[in-house]
């Protein structure tokens, strides 16, 4: 069994020259990343009790990156001194991540892999899911690869998209078909996912869920923001029981 959708792959694997160009096709998760880094940061703190103070915030903390495209999360979290490893079932992906980050001289593991296909247990204290579980087939393998994946007590954030009319207009209509922030066809909005769905899942699974944040679009300020308006996008910070 694979949780790896080949469309969606040969959709992302066709944009993956232009995962760093900031006026490009993945303008929206540039512009998406400080308010989704400051959100893991805040959490991450709080349950390993981190000094803010330390020059290297992440150090000694494992993190797996999953579907980590070009890199975008990756690579701050090792700036922040974590033993990041990213992976992604497109290969051009991983290609992109990797020569990025030796030219910018970042240590960081990337693998042509899906979760299940990593036979490592238990290893990392952490493992973001950003906008990846919308894309992946069979979600109950993916997110079991996850608990497998996570040490006890680690934390697991899940970021996607809710499934509601106004996902529909804005995340669809909106940011493929009127802004064309997005490629059209980048998104299904079937796939997408309610936040009390994915926490029974996750609870199925034996996570606890920590907390659970809206992302939302503040077109006066031009940036994304936290909110408890879960109705488009949202995240969910998790620990494994």
Known sequence: MTTINKEEIQKFSKLADEWWDVKGKFKPLHMFNPVRIEYILENIKNHFKLDEK???????????????????????????????????????????????????????????????????????????????????????????????????????????INRTFTSYVKAIIGAEYILRWLPIGTHDWNKFIKPEEIQNMLSEKKFSTVDVKGLEFNPIFNKWKKSNNFSVNYIVCSTKN
Request: charged share 25%; proline share 2%; net charge neutral.
């Open 54 to 160: 330390r020059k290297f915030l992440l150090k000694d903390l494992a993190i797996l990156d999953i579907g980590c495209g070009g890199g975008l999360i990756s690579e701050p979290m090792a700036r922040l001194g974590g033993d990041v490893t990213g992976i992604d079932a497109a290969e051009k992906n991983i290609k992109v991540a990797s020569l990025h980050s030796k030219k910018n001289n970042l240590k960081i593991n990337y693998i042509n892999k899906s979760p299940e296909q990593l036979k490592e247990k238990e290893k990392f204290d952490i493992i973001l899911n950003l906008e990846v579980v919308e894309h992946v087939d069979n979600l109950d393998i993916y997110l079991q690869s996850c608990y497998n994946l996570l040490k006890k007590n680690g934390l697991m954030f899940t970021a996607t």
